[in-house]
């Protein structure tokens, strides 16, 4: 019996484990989305900046202005480039950490298949004793009962 609170004890401590992986796993996909995100922003700012700049020349534009333009465009270029890397890093996380919740995943599945594994050891060990001891009440009954 203190095996099998034994067993249940560290199942338990498994599905902790895959719920502490799992919340990471959603903090690190949260992360991933919201950076995302961001850089869509970024790129659609860079879009709408670039069209104005357009539209702008199209109708004559200052050299001074037409610098300052460019020297935004490349400044959010730069941080579109940030935001790219940055992505990068946040789906590298989102993918250790479901490797991690996968792994965590597994060994409870294991704890869980040697628990299952137990419970029917011991239903077997039950039913061969329960089959011994009717076994045994149908042999006392027919040595008892007169002929």
């Not at 333009?69 to 940055?86: G, N, P, S």
């Not at 419970?119 to 001891?133: M, P, T, V, Y």
Request: hydrophobic share 35%; aromatic share 6%; with cysteine.
């Amino acid at each position: 019996m203190a095996q099998h609170g034994a067993l249940a004890t560290l199942k338990e401590l498994a599905e902790t484990d895959v719920d502490n992986a799992a919340l990471v796993l959603g903090e690190m996909r949260r992360g991933c989305q919201q950076a995302e995100e961001q850089l869509k922003m970024l790129m659609d700012y860079q879009l709408e900046y670039q069209n104005n700049l357009n539209n702008d020349m199209s109708q004559g534009i200052a050299s001074l202005r037409w610098q300052n333009y460019q020297q935004f465009i490349q400044t959010l270029e730069k941080a579109i480039d940030q935001h790219r890397q940055q992505l990068i890093q946040w789906n590298n996380k989102v993918e250790q950490a479901l490797t991690f919740w996968r792994e965590k995943k597994q060994r409870l599945q294991a704890w869980q298949t040697l628990q299952d594994r137990q419970a029917s050891a011991e239903l077997l060990a039950e039913n061969r004793l329960d089959q011994k001891k009717m076994d045994e009440f149908a042999q006392r009954a027919t040595l008892r009962k007169p002929e």
